[in-house]
DNA sequence: ATCGCTGCAAAACATTTGCAGTTTG
DNA sequence: CAAACTGCAAATGTTTTGCAGCGAT
């Protein structure tokens, strides 16, 4: 819950294992899906090889990298989603829960896509 | 793209294989890949084993059932979501697509569970 | 002759599962 | 002791890749 940002249960794990060395992956997979289905962790973005989860807590909405697969906080102040109306359901469909992701080119990944057209030979680091 | 609703490749696979029998599925892999590197398709949803797309054509949102991963269009008649002021730059991130998903569950996986509490013997079909 | 597309098989990942042994209450 | 939790290794499922051959230009 300590960790910042959207980890992967890989990450995750690399996280735990510096309090408990002896802990497994697959041990780390199992309590992530016990803490999703329990509600105190949620799924995050689309895009992604693997999953990302965050504390479920505050409503809030992500800026993901098509490119690099970055998930950044969208911070809401500049926040170009107006509130969705809540309703529990819709189309016989039980709400549970509102999704929003805005999908892009984060600035690091604009910057090497420029530097790949003008300048082909140097690489900028990666996002 | 004649295809109905939200199809996995291994969906698009089967359905291709029906007018080219001697398809792969590593093929139909590489040409989605393609398709929506081109922007041809679009990825939908998170909340998969497998990746999702359709026709990357009019914005519309979708209804996800976390039970059984079902994915419907949201009927714009009853969306619950205001239109998203489009900005083009947010946090250094060039935008360029909002990406909405309602989460929650089906009727028919709604029903299976209450069924499941109350008479835990007979099985309703999965969704 | 070249370039792009294909199928196949293998590889690379991400995630889940079975099981036997440990820990917890 | 019973129930829950763990590590390991194997199984699963999805997606990518290398490569050799084929086809079209």
Redesign the pocket.
């Given at each position: 819950m300590s960790l910042e940002g959207h980890p992967?249960?890989?990450m995750i794990y690399e996280a735990v294992r510096k309090k408990?060395p002896?802990?497994?992956?697959?041990?780390v997979?199992?309590?992530v899906?016990t803490f999703l289905v329990s509600g105190m962790l949620r799924e995050v973005s689309m895009h992604h090889?693997?999953?990302r989860v965050e504390p479920n807590e505050s409503e809030h909405y992500h800026l993901v990298c098509t490119r690099c697969r970055q998930i950044t906080d969208l911070d809401p102040e500049s926040v170009p989603v107006q509130p969705l109306a809540k309703k529990r359901f819709l189309q016989g469909f039980h709400v549970t829960r509102i999704s929003v992701d805005v999908l892009g080119v984060c600035a690091l990944c604009a910057a090497k896509e420029s530097s790949m057209t003008t300048k082909p030979r140097r690489r900028k680091k990666e996002c």
């Amino acid at each position: 819950m300590s960790l910042e940002g959207h980890p992967s249960p890989e990450m995750i794990y690399e996280a735990v294992r510096k309090k408990i060395p002896s802990i497994s992956l697959a041990t780390v997979y199992k309590n992530v899906r016990t803490f999703l289905v329990s509600g105190m962790l949620r799924e995050v973005s689309m895009h992604h090889g693997s999953m990302r989860v965050e504390p479920n807590e505050s409503e809030h909405y992500h800026l993901v990298c098509t490119r690099c697969r970055q998930i950044t906080d969208l911070d809401p102040e500049s926040v170009p989603v107006q509130p969705l109306a809540k309703k529990r359901f819709l189309q016989g469909f039980h709400v549970t829960r509102i999704s929003v992701d805005v999908l892009g080119v984060c600035a690091l990944c604009a910057a090497k896509e420029s530097s790949m057209t003008t300048k082909p030979r140097r690489r900028k680091k990666e996002c």
